[in-house]
């Protein structure tokens, strides 16, 4: 899945969540948008702060 109809600058991302894990850390998100496919990790602490910066993986 390399094709990137959609060039990532070009538009709101609109993330929907691939899956979600507990770890012992917080709980750790996978998330994907659907227009240009983008890949992002999102992790959530215990310690009820925001998320932090996530950060988008490119493959
Ligand atoms: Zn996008």
């Known amino acids: 899945m390399a094709r990137q109809a959609v060039p990532a600058s070009e538009h709101e991302h ?35 702060q925001v998320p932090k910066a996530s950060k988008e993986i490119r493959a």
Do not use: A, E, N, P
């Open 14 to 48: 609109s993330w929907q969540t691939r899956s979600s894990h507990h770890t012992s850390t917080g709980i750790v998100q996978y998330l994907q948008c659907l227009t240009c496919k983008t890949q992002q990790m999102r992790q959530i602490g215990f310690d009820c």
